[in-house]
């Protein structure tokens, strides 16, 4: 939420790792095990087939030497991204998913050059950006973080240390934006109802550049942080989904359809485009 709608399209490049989101084509296709910072499993995560949810299987650790592959398929991606017309891109390193797994050592079990000391474990994300930033200008990219998340299995022993070096080592790239998931939620989750956003306090300090907070916000929530200083941006999602006018609907100060959440990661239309407007709701004939 900001005083200001912004009209620009970005991109999100990310990896899935050991989440991986497979059907039978792609798993005959690929025939591959999913890949990760170590070779972990989480009875945590659900693989979704076309013949429903199923356990995801163990993972497999990345080689050393595939990783400049790794690092060079989200330059791939950002290069698409611009040729496609994006305006810029987001560096997905939360929820759980490979970048992710690199930094919090709940999954992470390597002791190479990826492994061990928080400069290490940052690494692959630091290359990553660097990789991006050679395709769009360093203005035209953010940064998605989850501190002390837990959403797909995710952990980390002292979530302050890695996410302070983070966000500080992001500096030098003098990024559009860091974008910090507050931990009271575990995807569309909310775990802790009412508890205050606390990760983009503590960022605030460090990161230098514009920040954007999500997870759990209400309109007056938003207006808080917003207050406080905190945040520059909230960014919204289930809301959003539910309520295809939400920000005329804050600017108003109207109520908000209640989402349904069974529709979130189910095919077909129902729960993504079927969500009725203000002003359908007063003009119901229309």
């Given amino acids: 939420m900001t005083k200001n709608v912004a009209e620009n399209v970005d991109e999100q490049p990310w990896t899935v790792a050991f989440d991986k989101r497979s059907t039978e084509a792609f798993e005959a296709a690929m025939a591959v095990v999913p890949v990760s910072a170590s070779a972990t499993e989480s009875t945590d995560i659900l693989v979704f087939t076309n013949k429903g949810p199923v356990p995801a ?86 940064v998605r973080l989850s501190p002390s998340g837990i959403f797909n ?45 606390v990760a983009a306090a503590r960022l605030r300090k460090i990161f230098n550049g514009p920040m954007i907070v999500a997870g759990g916000f209400d309109r007056e929530g938003a207006m808080e942080v917003l207050d406080k200083g905190d945040a520059d941006l909230v960014a919204f999602g289930r809301q959003f989904i539910a309520n295809p006018d939400l920000v005329e609907r804050f600017r108003l100060g109207l109520p908000l359809n209640r989402y349904d959440r069974s529709t979130f990661y189910s095919p077909g239309p129902k729960g993504y485009i079927d969500y009725a407007t203000h002003t359908d709701l007063a003009n119901p004939s229309l």
């Fill in 153 to 197: 299995g995710i952990s980390d022993s002292n979530p302050e240390v890695i996410f302070d070096y983070v966000a500080g080592a992001l500096n030098r790239f003098r990024l559009a934006y860091l974008h910090v998931i507050e931990p009271r939620v575990k995807g569309g989750e909310t775990l802790r109802e009412g508890h205050p956003p």
């Fill in 57 to 142: 299987p163990r993972s497999r650790a990345l080689e050393i030497h595939e990783i400049p592959g790794i690092v060079n398929l989200y330059h791939e991606a950002a290069l698409k991204a611009k040729i496609a017309g994006f305006d810029g891109v987001e560096v997905l390193a939360a929820g759980g998913y490979l970048l992710d797994q690199f930094l919090q050592n709940g999954t992470y079990l390597r002791t190479d050059a990826y492994g061990g000391s928080v400069e290490n474990r940052a690494r692959l994300l630091l290359e990553v950006v660097e990789a991006v930033t050679e395709i769009f200008s360093r203005d035209r990219v953010g």
